[in-house]
């Protein structure tokens, strides 16, 4: 069963701290890996996509790629009230296949 | 605008209805998506087209559900003899051709109350 789990938070950071969003997958196989912000009531919103080891870095946010230990995080650096949101984490598993997590609940409290 | 597209917005149906819901993908992707979400949960998947094909169809979709997308460019989705358990989100997104690795973009969803 190919699984891809985040803590459900809700995660509460102060605004201007840095909010770390963490993701497990389970197939050692997955090549690509991707992070989405959903405001209630609205679609996911594609943030950042990585497919290698190590940092990738776009503006406030950073994600990162450990594939031997099958983690994979974001960061968000100078957190922002409307940063709040819940994000997921989705992995590719195949040519096609996307499993996603059940989201991460952020709040910036201002 | 290119993105993807999804109609309706929202839809109020009573139980035993059937409904029918569109999506419009980007235009040079041929890979497309149905989801459903409920709340607190993440996008769970319901079916996949690349071009016309259907290629795969979840397990725990029950056969009132029935997809197609005729001509490899928008796709409809068909829910028969609604209940209320069908009530939440549905999701349409696609993505451009290439192994697997290329974003997948979501419309703004349907949102279904069956009452």
Partial sequence: QKEVEQNSGPLSVPEGAIASLNCTYSDRGSQSFFWYRQYSGKSPELIMSIYSNGDKEDGRFTAQLNKASQYVSLLIRDSQPSDSATYLCAVNYSNYQLIWGAGTKLIIKP | ?115
Wanted: proline residues 3%; hydrophobic residues 25%; contains cysteine.
């Fill in chain 2, 1 to 115: 605008d290119t993105g993807v597209s999804q109609d309706p917005r929202h839809k109020i149906t009573k139980r035993g209805q059937n409904v029918t819901f569109r999506c419009d993908p980007i235009s040079e992707h041929n890979r497309l998506y149905w989801y459903r979400q409920t709340l607190g949960q993440g996008p769970e998947f319901l079916t996949y087209f690349q071009n016309e094909a259907q290629l795969e169809k979840s397990r725990l979709l029950s056969d009132r559900f029935s997809a197609e997308r005729p001509k490899g460019s928008f796709s409809t989705l068909e829910i028969q003899r609604t209940e209320q358990g069908d009530s939440a989100m549905y999701l349409c997104a696609s993505r451009d051709r290439g192994y697997g690795n290329t974003e997948a973009f979501f419309g703004q969803g349907t949102r279904l109350t069956v009452v």
